[in-house]
């Protein structure tokens, strides 16, 4: 359960104390003659190792601190017997544990070794001779850089290692003394450290003479941890002051709030000598990415987090979720997944947890919630849209007494809602979160800080590392291995292009942000599969999607084709002990069958399966992605999946924007491929998604409350219906990679705007007295987003003319349908839609629409394929993308046997993967 201490927050372009937040510190922080500080991080305490303090300078030696700015001296930790031990710098390699030192000695650079950060460390090696200020930086992928200063001339330079301990090639210089603040006493550049910010890498180092008032810090930037870089225009941006002398040599670190701070040392007086002290000053990174810092000299300042101040608890850690279930749909726009009460006007069971406390008292809660109803509240809003009232409320109960305040009444955007003061009786209490409408309230997480501390940053830019420090999340991922193959995205193309690769010998990890497999055929979403399989010129294809899928609509037709094949007397068996099978979509859950897809899946000896994971940012290396960092929606704990090659099967081309692969969204003019269905003018229409819903016939009349904050509709407008299939789609209009929370929330305002005219209107309210809504889907069913382009682009004429390719690969069946909005009855918007369908004969897809055309390896398959709008109303659906699935994994195969990349598949394996067609990947059955 994600339960964490946190102390002050920082808000805004420069740190700024927010009233009763936090204690004040001031400089120095070490005042004994210290110089050159490097500080890690672990296990929650905090270690400083600096030069000078072991007999001069013939060591280093190691202060511990809690909290950044109260240190404990401890031992000496490295002495190699010879003075002039200078500029520690002390990394934990995260794969072995062991920690290394990087020292300098007489002007030589060197690592020593240790099992621990309180040594000893050991040296193992030298690397440079004439050389100072070693500083030792990993990058997300792994790649390791030694920076350090050559000497004569002061320059900077780096060195790519293979290992902490083994350089890699040859060192290059980055960085040598120019500006003038540089030269004012010698020509300087020493102390390099490396931040990461937002892709880009600043070097930090000083400038000018160590031992003269003058000594400054500045910064450059680069876009690769080798370079080129690029001094800041407004370096330096830390140096002397009234009072206040040469300010320099330092390392950065984050505090639990994810401040960053600069520890750094100051000369005590202006004369030319070595005495220094250390010190602690914030820096910060303005909106256009310009870093800034200041260096301060007995002046009282906010004092870093400790992470000892209150309680933060996230909705989706709650040990029993209750009635509510875990959104990740918008994690990707506010950086966490939040629990929602879906109970369909009836009020869900309470999610309920433990939490320990450090101390009973009074504390001040917040709760990070919004009125999902507000957007449509507002002074432009129609008349047909305008919600009143709250649908979504909710209460939070400390051990079972409910707080006085009710939440999720207010604020449109999500915030923090201030709860008030309350009283916390023990260390250790019960929470709970009592649904009090059944309206899809929501909750992100609650918040206990001291009472009278304001709230947490909301803009996502600083919630999230805020959120990643207090939950202890490291700043690097968990290594979860490398493989041939990752695959992003569990639906069924997604699945197949998995279990394909992992037949054919691949070691495959299968990364989905759902605990069921399926995607739009699952028991969350329930779309039937559609589309036909086992076709020319391939008709293997589609064994596997056989495989996974479970009977229903289209496998039937297929078996009453040829009714006396095997596998056909299965399916009709089936289907006459479970009729309910031919509802395609929005049926029972059982006809998706879960259960089938995942053990099949796990019992795939090469394929590691990862559900509840999403996958929201890559590494890249050049045009290649290097590897796949996925959030657990339930811990938040990251991690990094390596990999020679990714599948993108989210549907919304999701790894492939983030790897900036080239994609398409909405509708092409007609004059950009000459298709007759195009419109004249290219816009971002999209078909829609779909939220889905029945109802039953009960023995006894239920009630449904009347919904105010739904859309309005009367006797004439509303649909009269016990069921919502695929035609009851919105969003035509707007984002669906990133607009998704609110494309759904309009979805369910329609269907219980609907049931509620059904229910209580006297018009209806006989006819519908025992019908209950049984089931509504708050998982959206996707039909399109981003489309990512390959070497070909799949055009209508391609389709209606059978253009032959090469490369045809998979079949598809299904006319070219497209989705348009119908104009509702009411003076609402779309929220159905009509089909208007062209006739295709089969076709085969082209390869070269399953891979990117400029990230070279990364493959799709599903509906985010290479097509244009019109071309994917006939590819779009189910067992066609389980189909491309199959093709990808057979691919894969060919990419690691080869050790080529998708394209080399086409340009020189083209017979071997049409072999593989032939074959298929399937169980081998009599069909």
């Given at each position: 359960?994600?339960?964490?201490?946190?102390?002050?927050?920082?808000?805004?372009?420069?740190?700024?104390?927010?009233?009763?937040a936090?204690?004040?510190c001031?400089?120095?922080?070490?005042?004994?003659?210290?110089?050159?500080?490097?500080?890690?991080?672990?296990?929650g305490?905090?270690?400083?190792?600096?030069?000078?303090?072991?007999?001069?300078?013939n060591?280093?030696?190691?202060?511990?601190?809690?909290?950044?700015?109260?240190?404990?001296?401890?031992?000496?930790?490295?002495?190699?017997?010879?003075?002039?031990?200078?500029?520690?710098?002390?990394?934990?390699?995260?794969?072995?544990?062991?920690?290394?030192?990087?020292?300098?000695?007489?002007?030589?650079?060197?690592?020593?070794?240790?099992?621990?950060?309180?040594?000893?460390f050991?040296?193992?090696?030298?690397?440079?001779?004439?050389?100072?200020?070693?500083?030792?930086?990993?990058?997300?992928?792994?790649?390791?850089?030694?920076?350090?200063?050559?000497?004569?001339?002061?320059?900077?330079?780096?060195?790519p290692?293979?290992s902490p301990?083994?350089?890699?090639?040859?060192?290059?210089?980055?960085?040598?003394?120019?500006s003038?603040?540089?030269?004012?006493?010698?020509?300087?550049?020493?102390?390099?450290?490396?931040?990461?910010?937002?892709?880009?890498?600043?070097?930090?180092?000083?400038?000018?003479?160590?031992?003269?008032?003058?000594?400054?810090?500045g910064?450059?930037v680069?876009?690769?941890?080798?370079?080129?870089?690029?001094?800041?225009?407004?370096?330096?941006?830390i140096?002397?002051?009234?009072?206040?002398?040469?300010?320099?040599?330092?390392?950065?670190?984050?505090?639990?709030?994810?401040?960053?701070?600069?520890?750094?040392?100051?000369?005590?007086?202006?004369?030319?000598?070595?005495?220094?002290?250390?010190c602690?000053?914030?820096?910060?990174?303005?909106?256009?990415?310009n870093?800034?810092?200041?260096?301060?000299?007995?002046?009282?300042?906010?004092?870093?987090?400790?992470?000892?101040?209150?309680?933060?608890?996230?909705g989706?850690?709650?040990?029993h979720?209750?009635?509510?279930?875990?959104?990740?749909?918008?994690?990707?726009?506010?950086?966490?997944?939040?629990?929602?009460?879906?109970?369909?006007?009836?009020?869900?069971?309470?999610?309920?947890?433990?939490?320990?406390?450090?101390?009973?008292?009074?504390?001040?809660?917040?709760?990070?919630?919004?009125?999902w109803?507000?957007?449509?509240?507002?002074p432009?809003?129609?008349?047909?849209?305008?919600?009143?009232?709250?649908?979504?409320?909710?209460?939070?109960?400390?051990d079972?007494?409910?707080?006085?305040?009710?939440f999720?009444?207010?604020?449109?955007?999500?915030?923090?809602?201030?709860g008030?003061?309350?009283?916390?009786?023990?260390?250790?209490?019960?929470?709970?979160?009592?649904?009090?409408?059944?309206?899809?309230?929501?909750?992100?997480?609650?918040?206990?800080?001291?009472d009278?501390?304001?709230?947490?940053?909301?803009?996502?830019?600083?919630?999230?590392?805020?959120?990643?420090?207090?939950?202890?999340?490291?700043?690097?991922?968990?290594?979860?291995?490398?493989?041939?193959?990752?695959?992003?995205?569990?639906?069924?193309?997604?699945?197949?292009?998995a279990?394909s690769?992992?037949?054919?010998?691949?070691?495959?990890?299968?990364?989905?942000?759902?605990?069921?497999?399926?995607?739009?055929n699952?028991?969350?979403?329930?779309?039937?599969?559609?589309?036909?399989?086992?076709?020319?010129?391939?008709?293997?294809?589609?064994?596997?999607?056989?495989?996974?899928?479970?009977?229903?609509?289209?496998?039937?037709y297929?078996?009453?084709?040829?009714?006396?094949l095997?596998?056909?007397?299965?399916?009709?068996?089936?289907?006459?002990?479970?009729?309910?099978?031919?509802?395609?979509?929005a049926?029972?859950?059982?006809?998706?069958?879960?259960?089938?897809?995942?053990?099949?899946?796990?019992?795939?000896?090469n394929?590691?399966?990862?559900?509840?994971?999403?996958?929201?940012?890559?590494?890249?290396q050049?045009?290649?992605?290097?590897?796949?960092?996925?959030?657990?929606?339930?811990?938040g704990?990251?991690?990094?999946f390596?990999?020679?090659?990714?599948?993108?099967?989210?549907?919304?081309?999701?790894?492939?924007?983030?790897?900036g692969?080239?994609?398409?969204?909405?509708?092409?003019?007609?004059?950009?491929?000459?298709?007759?269905?195009?419109?004249?003018?290219?816009d971002?229409?999209?078909?829609?998604?779909?939220?889905?819903?029945y109802?039953?016939?009960?023995?006894?009349?239920?009630?449904?409350?009347?919904?105010?904050?739904?859309?309005?509709?009367?006797?004439?407008?509303?649909?009269?219906?016990?069921?919502?299939?695929?035609?009851?789609?919105?969003?035509?209009?707007?984002?669906?990679?990133t607009?998704?929370?609110?494309i759904?929330?309009?979805?369910?305002?329609?269907?219980?705007?609907?049931?509620?005219?059904?229910?209580?209107?006297?018009?209806?309210?006989?006819?519908?007295?025992?019908?209950?809504l049984?089931?509504?889907?708050?998982?959206?069913?996707?039909?399109?987003?981003?489309?990512?382009?390959?070497?070909?682009?799949?055009?209508q004429?391609?389709?209606?003319?059978?253009?032959?390719?090469?490369?045809?690969?998979?079949?598809?069946?299904?006319?070219?349908?497209?989705?348009?909005?119908?104009?509702p009855?009411?003076?609402?918007?779309?929220?159905r839609?009509?089909?208007?369908?062209?006739k295709?004969?089969?076709y085969?897809?082209?390869?070269?629409?399953?891979?990117?055309?400029?990230?070279?390896?990364?493959?799709?398959?599903?509906?985010?394929?290479?097509?244009?709008?019109?071309?994917?109303?006939?590819?779009?659906?189910?067992?066609?993308?389980?189909?491309?699935?199959?093709?990808?994994?057979?691919?894969?195969?060919?990419?690691?046997?080869?050790?080529?990349?998708?394209?080399?598949?086409?340009?020189?394996?083209?017979?071997?993967?049409?072999?593989?067609?032939?074959?298929?990947?399937?169980?081998q059955?009599?069909?």
């Amino acid at each position: 359960m994600k339960i964490l201490p946190l102390m002050a927050v920082v808000v805004g372009a420069a740190p700024i104390l927010l009233a009763g937040a936090a204690p004040t510190c001031q400089n120095p922080i070490l005042a004994g003659n210290l110089a050159d500080p490097a500080v890690i991080r672990h296990d929650g305490v905090y270690y400083l190792y600096a030069t000078g303090d072991v007999d001069g300078d013939n060591g280093t030696r190691v202060f511990t601190s809690t909290n950044l700015v109260d240190w404990e001296r401890g031992p000496v930790v490295f002495r190699p017997g010879q003075p002039h031990v200078w500029a520690p710098d002390v990394w934990r390699d995260p794969a072995s544990g062991r920690f290394y030192l990087y020292y300098t000695v007489n002007q030589t650079v060197g690592v020593a070794e240790a099992g621990g950060p309180r040594g000893p460390f050991q040296a193992v090696r030298k690397f440079f001779d004439q050389a100072i200020d070693a500083h030792l930086f990993r990058d997300d992928d792994g790649a390791l850089y030694l920076y350090y200063v050559q000497l004569p001339g002061f320059r900077i330079s780096v060195q790519p290692m293979a290992s902490p301990t083994q350089p890699q090639g040859k060192p290059q210089v980055i960085l040598q003394p120019e500006s003038d603040w540089e030269k004012r006493a010698g020509h300087v550049t020493e102390g390099p450290w490396i931040i990461k910010h937002r892709g880009r890498y600043y070097l930090l180092y000083s400038g000018s003479g160590a031992d003269t008032p003058d000594y400054a810090v500045g910064y450059a930037v680069a876009d690769h941890p080798l370079g080129p870089f690029k001094r800041a225009p407004h370096n330096p941006i830390i140096q002397r002051g009234e009072g206040l002398y040469g300010p320099g040599h330092g390392c950065t670190i984050q505090d639990p709030d994810g401040r960053w701070w600069h520890i750094y040392h100051q000369k005590r007086t202006a004369r030319i000598e070595w005495s220094r002290f250390i010190c602690i000053d914030p820096l910060w990174f303005d909106e256009g990415g310009n870093l800034y810092g200041r260096a301060t000299r007995g002046v009282a300042q906010p004092a870093p987090a400790t992470g000892a101040r209150g309680v933060l608890v996230e909705g989706e850690s709650f040990a029993h979720l209750g009635g509510w279930v875990i959104d990740q749909q918008s994690m990707d726009q506010m950086g966490s997944p939040y629990v929602l009460a879906h109970g369909l006007g009836v009020p869900v069971s309470d999610a309920r947890t433990q939490v320990d406390f450090p101390e009973p008292g009074r504390y001040r809660l917040w709760v990070r919630t919004r009125d999902w109803a507000a957007p449509w509240k507002t002074p432009d809003t129609s008349a047909g849209m305008k919600a009143s009232g709250t649908p979504g409320l909710f209460q939070v109960l400390i051990d079972g007494k409910a707080v006085e305040r009710m939440f999720g009444d207010e604020g449109a955007e999500w915030h923090w809602q201030d709860g008030g003061a309350v009283e916390i009786p023990s260390r250790s209490v019960a929470l709970a979160l009592r649904d009090r409408t059944g309206f899809a309230g929501r909750c992100d997480a609650l918040l206990f800080t001291a009472d009278g501390a304001q709230p947490p940053p909301n803009d996502l830019a600083a919630l999230t590392p805020w959120r990643r420090a207090l939950l202890g999340i490291p700043a690097e991922p968990l290594d979860a291995g490398e493989y041939d193959l990752v695959v992003v995205g569990g639906g069924m193309a997604g699945c197949c292009a998995a279990v394909s690769a992992a037949r054919l010998g691949c070691k495959v990890a299968l990364i989905h942000d759902r605990p069921v497999l399926g995607g739009n055929n699952s028991s969350e979403v329930r779309v039937g599969l559609s589309g036909l399989i086992h076709q020319q010129p391939y008709p293997r294809l589609g064994d596997l999607v056989e495989e996974l899928g479970p009977i229903g609509h289209w496998s039937l037709y297929q078996a009453q084709q040829a009714p006396d094949l095997p596998r056909s007397k299965e399916v009709l068996a089936v289907i006459q002990r479970h009729p309910e099978k031919r509802i395609h979509n929005a049926g029972p859950a059982s006809n998706y069958e879960d259960e089938k897809k995942i053990a099949l899946a796990w019992a795939e000896k090469n394929l590691a399966l990862h559900l509840g994971m999403r996958a929201n940012h890559v590494v890249m290396q050049g045009n290649r992605i290097r590897a796949v960092v996925a959030q657990d929606i339930r811990t938040g704990q990251i991690r990094k999946f390596r990999a020679r090659l990714v599948a993108d099967c989210t549907g919304d081309g999701v790894i492939g924007a983030l790897a900036g692969a080239d994609f398409a969204y909405g509708r092409e003019s007609r004059a950009e491929y000459g298709e007759d269905s195009a419109p004249l003018q290219k816009d971002e229409m999209v078909m829609g998604t779909s939220v889905q819903w029945y109802a039953e016939e009960d023995r006894e009349p239920s009630a449904f409350p009347e919904c105010p904050w739904a859309v309005r509709f009367d006797e004439k407008s509303c649909v009269k219906t016990t069921r919502g299939d695929w035609d009851w789609e919105t969003g035509f209009h707007l984002n669906h990679a990133t607009q998704i929370e609110q494309i759904r929330d309009y979805g369910l305002r329609v269907v219980f705007g609907n049931w509620a005219v059904l229910k209580n209107h006297p018009r209806f309210r006989d006819e519908f007295a025992r019908q209950r809504l049984k089931w509504v889907a708050y998982i959206g069913g996707k039909r399109e987003s981003r489309r990512l382009l390959g070497d070909v682009v799949l055009r209508q004429q391609d389709v209606v003319e059978a253009k032959p390719f090469p490369d045809a690969s998979v079949t598809t069946t299904w006319t070219i349908d497209l989705h348009y909005p119908r104009e509702p009855l009411c003076a609402c918007d779309a929220f159905r839609s009509e089909a208007r369908n062209i006739k295709i004969s089969p076709y085969p897809i082209p390869y070269r629409c399953f891979y990117s055309r400029n990230i070279e390896n990364l493959m799709m398959a599903g509906r985010n394929i290479s097509v244009t709008h019109v071309a994917l109303g006939t590819v779009r659906v189910m067992r066609t993308g389980g189909m491309m699935g199959e093709v990808v994994g057979m691919a894969a195969s060919l990419c690691k046997k080869h050790q080529t990349v998708p394209r080399g598949v086409y340009q020189e394996h083209l017979e071997e993967l049409k072999s593989l067609l032939r074959r298929g990947v399937g169980r081998q059955s009599n069909r």
